[in-house]
């Protein structure tokens, strides 16, 4: 079910039913090559959920268009609003979910750049006692028998990474009038290797996305297909409602989060 369209006399009932957790899409706004839309991870991450929460019951929170994105900043269309913003944002925001009675509270991420923030975020819920619990899931996550799956229809996948084949398909299937293969680049999504020297001995600057990939785009996405996106979008769609089930049945992350806050107040060896 969904925040927005329940009315206040329903909510409380929903909040049962869904087990008290709230799940959250996120994603960004930027380009994604020249054939996709600028909400392109907003629109996957959004339909997968919605799609999953058809099978496993949980709140649905209006999703998130707002992402880590200042490293795109060259390109029309990015929305860049300061990491300091977003992280006091989705403090206050979860906050405020909990306080109305949802204590577990899933970000389902459609926007790589998200990721590394959105699991710090997770991570500093420690610092002090809150009384809600943070997760943090990537939307194209696949198992390995998926990720065959997706081989086997499609061939080995050269390269990958952004408006790619996985994510041309997967709008393609969900909203093929925002597709626009025509206006396509190929080219743009062969990486430049500016950085690679710094890369092959484990260093990551700011800049090495841009460094490799200006255009943005990782990977050629001239075969992708609905059908692929169908198969691909199936996939997210069930990991997450095994996710759902498990956070509306299980109260374990909770208590021990309670464990820790109580020994943090008397620490020993």
Same mark, same amino acid.
Request: some cysteine; proline content about 3%; aromatic content about 10%.
């Given at each position: 079910? #969904?925040?927005?369209?329940?009315?206040?006399?329903? #909510?409380?009932?929903?909040?049962?039913?869904?087990?008290?957790?709230?799940v959250i899409p996120i994603g960004c706004l930027e380009k994604h090559g020249n054939q996709l839309p600028l909400g392109t991870d907003i629109l996957t991450a959004r339909t997968a959920v919605a799609r999953a929460a058809e099978k496993s019951e949980v709140m649905v929170f209006p999703y998130l268009p707002f992402g880590i994105v200042s490293e795109v900043k060259h390109k029309l269309g990015t929305i860049a609003l300061s990491s300091q913003l977003q992280y006091h944002m989705l403090e206050e925001l979860c906050e405020e979910i909990a306080r109305n009675g949802f204590h577990k509270i899933l970000f389902v991420n459609g926007h790589g750049g998200n990721t590394n923030f959105l699991r710090y975020f997770s991570q500093s819920r420690h610092e002090h006692p809150c009384d809600y619990t943070v997760f943090t899931y990537e939307l194209f996550r696949k198992t390995p028998e998926q990720e065959a799956a997706f081989l086997a229809l499609n061939g080995p996948v050269k390269e990958s990474g952004h408006a790619d084949i996985y994510e041309t398909?997967?709008?393609?299937?969900?909203?093929?009038?925002?597709?626009h293969m025509e206006a396509l680049r190929p080219q743009d999504g062969r990486s430049l290797g500016r950085m690679d020297a710094y890369a092959k001995l484990g260093a990551y600057s700011g800049i090495s996305w841009y460094a490799s990939y200006p255009y943005q785009m990782a990977g050629d996405p001239s075969d992708a297909t609905a059908q692929k996106g169908e198969l691909l979008l199936n996939g997210f769609v069930e990991n997450l409602a095994h996710l759902f089930d498990l956070l509306k049945n299980s109260d374990l992350p909770g208590e021990l989060q309670e464990e820790f806050y109580m020994q943090c107040d008397t620490p020993q060896a």
């Open positions: 079910m #969904f925040w927005e369209q329940i009315t206040v006399d329903q #909510f409380a009932a929903a909040r049962e039913i869904c087990g008290g957790v709230c398909s997967v709008v393609m299937a969900i909203a093929p009038e925002q597709v």
